[in-house]
């Protein structure tokens, strides 16, 4: 899955919007709604939240008219390169991306004439066809520091010095750790922009005219 970045760029720079903060896991944004109270805006961010999701009553976890708060829990798939597969790129078995399941939690809360959202993500998993499940070697995190990528490339140095892997080529062995700073550069990418586009797909509703038209 590719995402277009140079949309996301034409939407923050055209729409009111605060300054992005990334927190580890957490990822958070404030919107301007000018000229709207916090009744109007809580409306249409529900009503956005009801288009996005196909079973909006099982993810939104908690609404409350009165705080202005909306809760959602839901799941989102998350491509992640796949370093055995730029190991062993001959494998037709192997896909460049494995889909892992992350779970969010989105937190909204709303003022006049402003809201903020707070996007969670817990750890990435993955499952096979015989549902055996597989976790990711690192965290959920939008703001790996060096020292991260340096832990990470130690753990794949050691994953290669396993037995089972004992018969692979030094050179291979290489690729494999030398990749995870590629790897967790684009995951990284791919959660910020996963948020990005939801935030945004919330924000487009809520400046539009949900009054349906005479007919």
Sequence with gaps: MKINRYVIFFFLIC???????????????????????????????????CLIYQNPDEVIKYKDDKTMRIVVKAMALVPVLDAYKLMNPSNTELTDYVDYNHNYTAVIEVKDEKYRIKLTYQNGKYSDSQLNEYKLPFPAKMDFETSDLEEIIQKARLE????????????????????????????????????????QSIYKDVLSDNDQDNW
Excluded: W
């Design 15 to 49: 729409n009111s919007v605060f300054c992005q903060t990334i927190d580890g896991n957490k990822i958070s944004q404030i919107y301007e709604v000018r000229n709207s109270n916090a009744e109007e805006i809580f409306s249409k961010i529900h009503f956005a939240l």
């Design 160 to 199: 290669m010095n396993q037995e089972y892997y004992s018969i692979t080529s030094r050179r291979k062995k290489e690729i494999y750790i030398q990749s995870q700073p590629r790897v967790l550069k684009e995951y990284q990418q791919t959660l910020i922009d996963y948020a990005t586009i939801y935030f």
